[in-house]
């Protein structure tokens, strides 16, 4: 865990304007907090150290990451410290536009939409000599474009199991920040189960991670499973009906909340349950 550079954004007036602008990562926001009261699924404590100014805000998490929660129901993390966030905002200062990117795409498709995007911003206000300036103060090397994209995709890819974002008041999960896919429950566990491991029951899968000391991977299946139920209550259609719906399976997720310690996402299964008894 490093806290370099937001030590030295809190000591020197100077930095802390060219952090906020124009790389909008603003201290002075962070005393508003987030929209919504959040929360971690794995109870792990947040921090917020600052806004962005669309709405966002930056939380430092209890290993260091920094996890950025954006105004319209994303999160993710984006560093393993704040000085690596730091690196990666200040080296792309338009990373959100970035974030459908992987190494994967190559390092000239990469060149060429980070050229696009800062062309973009230099219409609206300088960046070159504010991120010289910001890099030599906080002491930060001047990385490519191709390395920095590719901190960020491994940063974002660490966002679950362990730092799943919560509305603390509904339970809900906020969607990731990126659209890269993660893989099934099943490819995380060990496992003899014959057959195709998709057509088995989510339950299978749940039990085998909590049992194997996976219990966060457990939880966050569990979660998104819940949430797509609220969202689209056609998976809980009877087979072969079009309007019959049996909330029997919310029980079932309700059953296994428990078995991982987690009563208030049981308590939403079994009230989404009564509902549409």
């Known amino acids: 865990m490093t806290d370099h550079c937001l030590r030295l954004l809190r000591q020197h007036r100077r930095l802390a304007e060219l952090a906020a602008y124009p790389f909008d990562f603003d201290l002075d926001r962070a005393v508003h907090g987030h ?43 984006i560093g393993s410290s704040v000085d690596e966030a730091l690196e990666i905002m200040i080296g792309l200062p338009g990373w959100r536009d ?73 339970g809900g999960a906020y969607d990731l920040l990126d659209p890269h896919p993660r893989p099934p429950l ?47 209550q056609s998976l809980l259609l009877r087979p072969g009906s079009g309007t019959d719906l049996d909330p029997a399976p919310l029980l079932g997720l309700a059953a296994e909340f428990e078995r991982l310690g987690d009563l208030a996402q049981a308590e939403r299964a079994r009230g989404l349950h009564a509902s549409l008894r």
Do not use: K
């Open 35 to 77: 929209a919504e009261p959040v929360r971690l699924a794995s109870g792990g404590p947040l921090e917020a150290v600052a806004g962005s100014g669309t709405g966002g805000t930056y939380f430092v998490c209890a290993d260091g990451s920094l996890l950025y929660a954006d105004s319209e129901g994303s999160a993710g993390i």
């Open 98 to 170: 970035l974030l459908h990117l992987s190494p994967a795409d190559g390092g000239t498709a990469i060149l060429a939409r980070v050229a696009e995007i800062e062309e973009e911003i230099r219409e609206y206000h300088g960046i070159d000599e504010e991120r010289a300036e910001l890099r030599s103060a906080l002491g930060l090397p001047d990385r490519s474009p191709i390395e920095l994209l590719g901190m960020l995709h491994t940063a974002l890819l660490r966002t679950e199991p362990d730092f799943l974002l919560l509305n603390a008041d509904e």
């Open 186 to 232: 099943w490819e995380s566990v060990r496992h003899e189960v014959p057959g195709d491991p998709a057509a088995e029951p989510l339950s299978t899968w749940v039990r085998l991670a909590a049992e194997q000391g996976m219990p966060e991977l457990a939880r966050v299946a569990l979660i998104r499973s819940l949430d797509n139920m609220f969202v689209d």
